[in-house]
């Protein structure tokens, strides 16, 4: 058999089949590749291409809104630009946008929109940032601004009331302070019907809002020590007991001693003598505006007739000459009992108290010798006068 006629036939186990000799030309030339398979017509679908954009695009901005917000949080947490304390202003009605805007001008923060978003998701459904004015430290960060204006404690102010002031003190006090809003009333409240106190209040108040929480504040509390008063005591209104209060806290700046002097007036009025209160004449001379610290009270001021001149009227005068606070209310509602109808300085800012005018008078003459000694004006005592002005007691029947 002729060998070009032989067929080699491959080992057992390979699966290509037999090899079949190729001339040289025809191993030269390449082999066909195949083609790729087709796309299904399922793939080459418009809504598939779209589909798959949209999800490339949601990838997109996923990736670009978490670090976006990585970089408001870090930005929000961060120290801020401020760089020494400062204060800032919250107005009624600031929205979150204006808030942001005023505290990015001021340079407090160095964005403003980093500082409106990241507060708007950090605020609980209800809450809001108060309107006042803050202390922001400095370097403080966006979130400690936050928590600072959304805490309403802002920067309180004070306006110290002391007792035994008129109502026209208090409303100059009112008016000279610069911190307060608005116009004091055109119609004065009445004489007696504040509270003396100190009062806080925030940057913007409103001056008719402090009168009208002085004027609460005195009617609660006149109310409730009234309804602890003495039944004995010879005055039976509440305007009548504020009169008397307000003498007393005129004449005496010592607590201990109010509540004593005051049963001097309760005696003197139990007995039918007039109250000779140096303070009422200061009152019915001067009014509220109270008397000039350089001009004292003279002998003849004793004899001049107006409603308030207790040397001159019995009783009571037809209104308060002050704004009493709590101790003297509580002296005039509770006063010691004594027989005593007279006082006069000690000397040393308090009183000496007498039940007969002939004591009384000997306490005056020493009174006058301290005076003189001090080269001080010793022509009119100070409590109830000596000698000829002094009102002596009536005679028991």
Not at 82 to 87: I, K, P, V
Not at 144 to 165: A, N, Q
Not at 166 to 176: D, N, S
Not at 242 to 268: C, M, P, Q, Y
Request: glycine fraction near 8%; aromatic fraction near 6%.
């Amino acid at each position: 058999m002729n060998d070009t006629n032989h067929v080699s036939e491959l080992p057992p186990g390979n699966g290509r089949g037999p090899i079949i000799p190729k001339s040289p030309n025809e191993a030269l030339k390449p082999e066909r590749v195949p083609e790729p398979p087709r796309r299904s017509k399922k793939a080459r679908s418009q809504v598939v291409i779209f589909l798959n954009f949209v999800m490339t695009m949601v990838v997109v901005l996923c990736v670009i809104g978490i670090a976006g917000f990585y970089y408001m949080i870090s930005a929000f947490q961060q120290p801020g630009p401020l760089e020494a304390n400062t204060h800032f202003m919250v107005r009624p009605g600031n929205g979150l946008a204006e808030i942001a805007t005023n505290l990015e001008r001021n340079g407090i923060i160095s964005d403003a929109r980093v500082f409106r978003y990241v507060t708007a998701t950090y605020l609980r459904k209800g809450d809001t940032l108060k309107a006042g004015e803050y202390e922001i430290k400095a370097r403080a960060s966006m979130k400690d601004i936050m928590g600072v204006l959304e805490s309403g404690k802002s920067i309180l102010y004070s306006v110290v009331m002391p007792e035994g002031l008129t109502v026209r003190q208090m409303m100059l006090r009112l008016a000279e302070d610069t911190v307060l809003e608005g116009d004091l009333p055109s119609e004065l409240p009445a004489e007696g019907s504040l509270r003396p106190d100190t009062y806080k209040f925030s940057r913007g108040s409103k001056r008719a809002d402090i009168i009208q929480q002085m004027r609460v504040a005195q009617q609660k509390m006149v109310d409730q020590i009234w309804e602890r008063r003495d039944p004995d005591l010879p005055v039976k209104t509440r305007e009548e007991f504020v009169v008397l209060a307000s003498i007393v806290e005129k004449e005496t700046g010592k607590e201990d001693e109010r509540a004593h002097v005051a049963s001097v007036f309760i005696n003197r009025l139990q007995r039918g003598m007039r109250l000779q209160s140096d303070p009422t004449i200061v009152y019915g001379i001067f009014g509220g505006e109270g008397k000039p610290s350089d001009r004292p009270i003279f002998k003849s001021d004793l004899a001049k007739q107006t409603p308030y001149n207790t040397y001159q009227i019995k009783g009571l005068p037809p209104t308060p000459i002050s704004n009493p606070g709590r101790a003297a209310l509580q002296a005039v509602a509770n006063p010691w009992r004594t027989k005593d109808l007279y006082f006069v300085a000690d000397g040393t800012g308090g009183h000496v108290f007498a039940a007969t005018l002939e004591e009384h008078n000997a306490n005056v003459r020493r009174w006058r010798r301290m005076e003189s000694e001090r080269a001080a004006n010793p022509e009119v005592v100070d409590g109830q006068p000596d000698g000829d002005e002094a009102e002596k007691p009536p005679k028991s029947n």
